[in-house]
């Protein structure tokens, strides 16, 4: 049977999803998107899961589009508007949208749409040996996968351009200088670090954070108007979970909070 390229694991309270196609540095495929899916879709169906990481096997983390589904013959190109509609532009609007928060813990070398899944995470951690590469302009590309869309935003209009025009690596390091991502750390910490943030998250009031994750993000297209409407919404409904009850009996209790991240 064929290994799997997406292996999962279920730990207390959130999952590692780990990409697992290594000699490929985890580049995608089909099967691999489909997987991901899956383990995505089941994720969040599961009640007990509230929070996620995402990393790579082997010294990869991902180097996109797996090329060697790529090789044609002149006239006859992929159409890759299809793709990216199919499979790369649900699987960032799905991150983006999860109800729960989106640990990437890159663990080596994230290239095209690896690099630009890997920023769509809601904390990016990433091993100092890590590199960002917008690999896309190499290959006559355009950076996809939402990168033309983050990139700005998170580090400014002169910083995009010169990482998606020169398709130069940028390392941990300096992503996290940048703004980049959360935080670079010594490759030896990085899966105990995302670990010690994911079963942090699974102790946090889920709801309130799936809210926070959908204000933030609306934020980037509304203008204060419309984002003072909205928080008024969302906090509406975070002041009916349970959770918000409790935190604020811990508070006047003196204690830590035991919140459940249920709805209701
Ligand atoms: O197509 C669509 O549907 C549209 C969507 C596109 C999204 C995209 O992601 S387009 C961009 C695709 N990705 C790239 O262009 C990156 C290609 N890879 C690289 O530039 C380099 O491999 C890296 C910078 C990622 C890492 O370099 P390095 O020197 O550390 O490793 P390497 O020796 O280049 O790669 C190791 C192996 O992985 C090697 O195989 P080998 O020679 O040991 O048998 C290499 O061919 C393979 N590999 C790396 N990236 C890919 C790949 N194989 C297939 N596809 C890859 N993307």
């Known amino acids: 049977m064929a290994e799997a390229s997406v292996v999962v694991e279920a ?3 959130y999952r590692v999803v780990t990409l697992n196609r290594p000699d490929r540095l985890n580049a995608f495929n089909e099967a691999m998107h489909g997987e991901l899916r899956r383990a995505v879709e089941e994720a969040d169906a599961d009640e007990a899961c509230r929070a996620l990481i995402l990393t790579g096997a082997g010294r990869g983390f991902c180097a996109g589009q797996d090329l060697s589904d790529r090789v044609f013959e002149e006239g006859k190109a992929p159409d890759l508007s299809s793709t990216l509609e199919r499979l790369y532009n649900p699987l960032v609007r799905r991150i983006r949208s999860l109800r729960m928060p989106v640990i990437g813990a890159v663990n080596g070398v994230a290239a095209g749409a690896g690099a630009n ?7 990016v951690l990433a091993a ?10 190499r290959i006559g590309l355009v950076p996809d996968s939402g990168g033309t869309w983050l990139l700005p935003r998170l580090v400014g209009r002169a910083r995009a351009r010169g990482l998606a025009l020169l398709a130069e690596p940028l390392t941990a390091e300096r992503a996290e200088e940048w703004g980049l991502i959360w935080k670079a750390v010594d490759d030896a910490a990085l899966m105990d670090e995302a670990h010690r943030l994911a079963a942090h998250f699974a102790t946090q009031p889920t709801v309130g954070l799936a809210l926070t994750k959908q204000a933030l993000d609306a934020a980037e297209t509304n203008d204060l108007d419309a984002q003072l409407d909205l928080e008024r919404d969302l906090q509406g409904e975070a002041g009916r979970t349970p959770d918000y009850a409790e935190g604020v009996r811990a508070f006047f209790a003196k204690r830590p909070p035991a919140f459940t991240g249920r709805r209701g």
């Open 117 to 123: 899944v890997a920023l769509a995470c809601d904390i």
């Open 11 to 13: 730990r207390a309270g």
């Open 128 to 137: 100092r040996s890590a590199k960002f590469v917008q690999a896309f302009a």
